[in-house]
């Protein structure tokens, strides 16, 4: 089955950028999708089709996906962006659809 | 206003059953394919089931085949998991999300399976 990997965790600094890695066997060539979610509430998508944001989501967030890895970043870090960030993509091979494990950002 | 209301989730001894609704309101309801979304305390998130606009078309994670099943009557707007031989490894929230790319989420259910 298709694995996506994302590091636990990424600390930022308000007001730099925040990187957030999404790795996966070729996944350049699969549709990646992020999701925010803060404590004790449901997801929200942020980044769909790769680097696409959905209306009310800020401009600060941008996504990537090239090769093996998609990104996500978050530029001008603030203090509401600490949450749980989570990448996702459809497995055509297997018709499922696949979460990475989630990373924690924290800002400083 | 795009809505997605889940219920249905309760405790629940293991090997019992119970069946999730999800109430949708604010779009199209028959256009649009579903999903169930899980997600354990603690931890990150388990895609559960999909489901096309039409119900011809139904997917389910390899942790649930056979035991959940996922329906949807679009006639009343609604969204519904079956969840029978349930155990403890199913304890989560239970979401129901909108769209492959998962644009809308609902709220949750909380599903407790303990004896």
């Known amino acids: 089955s298709y694995v996506l990997t994302q590091p636990p965790s990424v600390s930022v600094a308000p007001g730099k950028t925040a990187r957030i890695t999404c790795g996966g066997n070729?996944?350049?060539?699969?549709?990646v999708h992020w999701y925010q979610q803060k404590p004790g509430q449901a997801p929200v998508l942020v980044i769909y089709?790769?680097?696409d944001r959905p209306s009310g989501i800020p401009e600060r967030f941008s996504g990537s996906n090239s090769g093996n890895t998609a990104t996500l970043t978050i530029s001008r870090v603030e203090a509401g962006d600490e949450a749980d960030y989570y990448c996702?993509?459809?497995?055509?091979?297997?018709?499922?659809?696949?979460f990475g494990g989630g990373t924690q950002l924290t800002v400083l | 206003e795009v809505q997605l209301v889940e219920s249905g989730g309760g405790l629940v001894q293991p090997g019992g059953s119970l069946r999730l609704s999800c109430a949708a309101s604010?779009?199209?309801?028959?256009?649009?394919?579903m999903n169930w979304v899980r997600q354990a305390p603690g931890k990150g998130l388990e895609w559960v089931s999909y489901?096309?606009?039409?119900?011809?078309?139904?997917y389910y994670a390899d942790s649930v085949k056979g035991r959940f099943t996922i329906s949807r009557d679009n006639a009343k707007n609604s969204l519904y998991l079956q969840m029978n031989s349930l155990r403890a490894e199913d304890t989560a929230v239970y979401y129901c999300?909108?769209?492959?790319?998962?644009?809308?989420w609902g709220q949750g259910t909380l599903v407790t399976v303990s004896s």
């Open positions: 070729n996944i350049g060539s699969k549709s």
């Open positions: 996702q993509v459809w497995d055509s091979s297997s018709d499922h659809a696949v």
């Open positions: 089709y790769d680097s």
């Open positions: 489901i096309s606009s039409s119900g011809s078309t139904i």
């Open positions: 999300a909108r769209d492959t790319q998962l644009v809308r």
């Open positions: 604010g779009f199209t309801f028959s256009s649009y394919e």
